[in-house]
């Protein structure tokens, strides 16, 4: 809760870092750590300044409290070199982003050879996390009507879809399918090379707590 006069809060800063391992590229958070900064400035347990404890600025302003505390949502994402293949990792979901180009010919829904293998990696997945319910949105670009964008994405995640049914083949896992079409880009679509990465199909289920 913010009132009037309250102190500014103090945000600890975090530095993303990324390196190349396996020719996947990994982001992960990281604190404390600040490569290049001026001599001087690098952080440290000890406070830079004596504080005095009963500086009123350090203190609540009557009726004041101190905001519900709650666990910041940490993103980790692996892609591969190519871009075909996307995972993304959080505190409560996983999610895989599989470029359409990987599974189906131009403006079509049928799979191709290559797709069925490119599934059961995620099928294997959902299995470790023991995910009982999946979402799978599909996804185009701008290009063409929003109409058969509509139609053509949500065919496509109806594709992959049956797929994870046949590698996972349990009854109690319930499946939430749309297609989105041009909607939701991640990407800027004014080049072909930022439309590909928005003609996609997402695959998501929630992370185990084990």
């Known amino acids: 809760m913010t009132t009037k006069n309250a102190p500014p809060a103090i945000a600890a800063a975090t530095l993303m870092l990324v390196t190349t391992l396996y020719g996947a590229t990994v982001t992960a958070a990281h604190a404390d750590e600040s490569p290049g900064v001026p001599p001087g400035t690098e952080a440290t347990a000890a406070a830079p300044v004596e504080v005095d404890p009963n500086d009123p600025d350090l203190k609540l302003p009557e009726g004041a409290t101190l905001a519900e505390a709650k666990v910041l949502d940490i993103k980790q994402v692996v892609e591969e070199q190519s871009g075909d293949e996307r995972r993304e990792d959080t505190n409560a979901d996983v999610k895989f982003a599989l470029q359409a180009e990987v599974l189906f010919p ?6 191709n050879g290559e797709a069925k293998a490119r599934i ?8 470790t996390q023991n995910a009982t319910k999946i979402r799978v949105f599909g996804f185009t670009d701008n290009l063409g009507s929003s ?7 949500k065919q496509r995640a109806n594709a992959v879809e049956e797929i994870l049914k046949s590698e996972l083949n349990d009854p109690n896992i319930t499946y ?10 991640i990407a800027s679509n004014t080049t072909e090379a930022s ?16």
């Open 176 to 185: 939430e399918v749309r297609g989105y079409g041009e909607d939701y880009p």
């Open 195 to 210: 439309r590909k990465k928005n003609r996609r199909v997402e695959v998501s289920f929630p992370r185990s707590d084990n």
């Open 106 to 111: 131009k403006d079509s829904a049928k799979l």
């Open 120 to 127: 059961a990696g995620i099928a294997e997945e959902i299995k």
């Open 147 to 153: 109409a058969h964008g509509d139609v053509l994405s």
